[in-house]
């Protein structure tokens, strides 16, 4: 075996069962040296894998062990979810056994692979399945097996859909020309130096009081399917037709497309360079609208630069703010939204019952607009989120109501579909969102006399009330506590 810890993993490695570091241009069995086995490296940005071991005699099994983000034992084991890596002198005449171990959730998936890096397909579900014997206290043996014969000597294997820094800036290079695009840097990564990016997107000719969508993403490093949500949505606005139109006329669309950039450079999963989930530690600062000096530097970055000018513009005042996230669930759970309060007068005020009818309302939207393909949401969303530091906390905390802040999460499965969900289908979701956004009321208010929160003719799938249950093996991870 070969461990590939902290920086010396960003180095090409080459895996024997030997543990041998080998040459560039394939390896041999040191006992039948007319046997070529294959070599596995994770030198690339966002690649990912912890250790690699040689099961047979033949080069035809491997184990592959996955790693903590920056190879931090102290991180949960539900952090634990990425990888990415590259095979090379992978054999085309048999068919590969590959472990994936250290599997920190429960679920059945399937990865994907990659014959030139760039074009991605899935694998067929008859050659991925979760080994016997799966226990999440025992990492060792929570295993996705893969059995496959590969068409190509070379192969990238991930986990899912790769989205990576070098990705984001050719979108962003692809857009930067429209008349309705300008691309501002608010500062750079800590670790990286990387450009954290503002997109801003309008009709500069409208002088007309306009209104503010924010929306952010990839604050969880590997969270990949956010980013093509924005392809999809960015691509809806920027279109030439009467809808889009009509966006840029009414809106102001802010967008800070990959928060957290060291990590998704390192190939974490979830937390920056410094092992920091991001994600909770919007840390106030009392009486004020900016972060607190502890807050992690990109929090800080984008609090300062985007945040809290859009909160201060009351020429366009923000209305509705995305924070867009990837979730780890059973095979057909679709995208979903996590909405705050709820509508018990007994429990909640005026003001926390009018962004719940806000919230259950663009809920519906997005779901007429996406096939239905949105999970149907809680009765009762509950006011954890109070609890902790996340955007949406801040958002209440500064502007009530009058923001609609909340979660989207999309997920790895067939999501709604009869196939596994794909980069087009995440970009169709991002479509949706545009057009529900465009149907969003004039005032932005809603009404209990008038909004019906408990129709649920536009979701085509069955509720599910364990997405809104934090689940024993990920403490923290989902948003919606008991209250």
Known sequence: M?????????????????ALWVG???????????????????????????AVTQLDQEGLAWELKLRNDNDDATLPNSFRTWWYVRADDVPTQQ?????????????????????????????????????????LTKPDSC???????????????????????NDLSAFLNSISTSPHVRIDTLGASPRFQKPLSLITISDATVSAPRKTIWIHARTHAAETGPSFVLEGLIRAVLADDATAKALRQHYIFKIVPMHNQDGVFLGNYRTNASSIDLEARWLPSPGSPYLDAAA???????????????????????????????????????????????????????????????????IQEVARNYGGRIE????????????????ETWWWTQAQDSVNAMTLETTYGRAGFGHWVTENDLRDLGTALALAINNLPPTQRHSAETDDTTDTSMFRLPFKPEIYIEPEYCPLYYRVPEV
Request: with cysteine; net charge neutral; aromatic share 14%.
């Open 376 to 391: 149907q949401p809680p009765a009762d969303g509950g006011s954890g989120f109070l609890n902790s530091f996340f955007p």
């Open 95 to 135: 068919s590969l056994r590959l472990e994936f171990s250290r599997l920190g959730f429960p679920y059945y998936f399937v990865p994907v692979y990659s014959y030139d890096g760039k074009t991605w397909q899935y694998f067929e579900e008859a050659e991925v399945a979760l080994a016997p014997g799966f226990d």
């Open 2 to 18: 070969v461990d590939l810890p902290g920086s010396s993993r960003r180095f090409a490695l080459v895996l024997l069962a030997a």
């Open 143 to 165: 295993r996705l097996v893969i059995h496959k014969k590969f068409a190509a000597a070379t192969v990238w294997i991930a986990r899912t859909f790769p989205y990576t820094t």
């Open 296 to 362: 992690p530097l990109e929090n800080r970055l984008i609090n300062q630069g985007a945040m809290v000018p859009a909160l201060l513009n009351a020429a366009a005042p923000v209305v509705l703010a995305l924070n867009l996230h990837s979730s780890n669930a059973t095979p057909d759970t679709a995208a979903f939204f996590f909405p705050h309060f709820g509508s018990d007068s007994s429990k909640y005020s005026v003001a926390q019952r009018n962004l719940w009818q806000k919230q259950i309302a663009f």
């Open 24 to 50: 560039c241009h394939g390896s041999s069995d040191p006992s039948n040296p007319a046997i070529v086995v294959p070599r596995f490296s994770s030198d690339f940005e966002s690649g990912s894998i912890h």
